[in-house]
């Protein structure tokens, strides 16, 4: 067992994995990786095109192999792809431990399907196959957008028993797209006799953006409002519908765990698909640094943190089951956003597409950092 001096491996026991929102090849190759999980419990990894594009940007510990596959001729592109599937297959087996001890509940890292395809369910089935083969671990799991072309394509991979991190939730109603495919893919697989005891999958949904949205619509309402009450009424607002909005999508989580079809698939092995609270860093300076780990704590939950809310929340985070705490207040607080106009379903739509965006404008970075050493260190060597 962790030690328990360390808050982060506390968390496990209030029914909370704390994953790490990083991976670099120096963090596994130096025994970071292997650190975290003795101190504090590190449950499971999560990579993105973001995460990627700073640690093979970062300095020169790819250039090795950038060199040798530049000289078997390969693109930067499938430069690129390769230095991935290898960072996570060596983090995998890091974490092998913790996947086996746990039952095959934790211990999981992701990888991303290239985020060109978000809106292409067919490539993005092909790509998650290709992906899951190519790292060849049993606690590999492939990242899929919670799209509405998403959602087909993470049918069918469940189908197959493929581990799938759905990305890029910000919205009851994509969250309930989500958890309905995983309920429809297992009892696919129950009635095709094929196991869903190995099935894993999480539900990534996104928490401090929407603060960062719904903040700054609050902000032009500030600015037009008539008087100071009102001013003051729509300050109080600001930074509570992350939170809110998380706590609900929560309650619903619950519901479904109560709900007759769960309980007939849970005899049958099934795992829970867990909510995995992401994009848990605080972006506004004037939140607690720990606001999205403390607020969101609970049973059947992972909460994936940066670095720095990582070692933040190791300092002075607050242990205490919260998720479910003071859900009239979440309720209430949605209920007057909805009347000021903000529309909680529109605000996700919307952050989605720029999820997208952002996450597609970070794998371009992240070829062309790739293609640029590619370049240079062949004509070092041609030097």
Request: net charge negative; proline share 3%; hydrophobic share 45%.
């Amino acid at each position: 067992m962790p030690p328990a001096q360390s808050r982060l491996a506390e968390l496990h026991r209030l029914g909370q994995s704390p994953w790490f929102d990083y991976i670099s090849r120096e963090l596994v190759a130096r025994g970071g990786l292997r650190r975290m999980i003795d101190r504090d419990g590190l449950g499971g990894v999560t990579s993105n095109p973001s995460i990627f594009e700073k640690a093979i940007g970062g300095g020169t510990g790819y250039d090795a192999q950038i060199l040798e596959l530049a000289r078997e001729g390969l693109g930067a592109a499938e430069i690129f792809d390769r230095l991935a599937v290898e960072d996570v297959r060596a983090a995998c087996d890091v974490l092998a431990p913790v996947y086996l001890g746990s039952g095959g509940e934790d211990g999981f890292v992701s990888i991303a399907v290239s985020p060109a395809y978000a809106y292409d369910t067919e490539t993005t089935i092909a790509e998650a196959q290709r992906l899951f083969a190519a790292v060849d671990r049993p606690n590999v799991m492939i990242k899929i957008p919670g799209t509405r072309e998403g959602v087909p394509a993470i049918l069918e991979t469940l189908r197959q028993s493929l581990n799938i991190d759905v990305t890029l939730l910000f919205s009851m109603t994509q969250y309930e797209a989500v958890a309905d495919a995983y309920l429809e893919a297992l009892e696919y697989r129950l009635q095709h006799d094929l196991t869903i005891r190995a099935t894993s999958s999480v539900a990534s949904f996104f928490v401090s953006r929407v603060d960062t949205l719904v903040d700054r619509l609050l902000d032009e309402r500030i600015a037009a409002a008539a008087d100071v009450a009102e001013r003051r009424r729509l300050e109080a607002l600001k930074g509570t519908a992350a939170v809110a909005n998380a706590k609900v999508v929560y309650e619903r989580f619950r519901s479904y765990l109560s709900g007759r079809d769960w309980q007939l698939i849970a005899a049958s092995g099934a795992k829970v698909q867990r909510i995995l609270w992401a994009s848990t860093g605080t972006k506004d300076p004037a939140y607690s640094d720990v606001q999205y780990v403390d607020e969101l704590i609970g049973e059947h939950t992972v909460n994936t943190l940066p670095e720095v809310t990582w070692k933040a929340f190791n300092h002075h985070g607050t242990l205490a089951r919260t998720v479910d705490r003071h859900l009239d207040d979440a309720h209430r607080t949605l209920r007057e956003l909805g009347q000021l106009g903000i529309d909680m379903e529109r605000v996700g739509a919307q952050l989605q597409v720029e999820g997208v965006a952002l996450f597609a404008q970070a794998f371009d970075q992240a070829v062309a950092i790739v293609e640029q050493k590619r370049g240079e260190l062949l004509a070092g060597e041609g030097g």
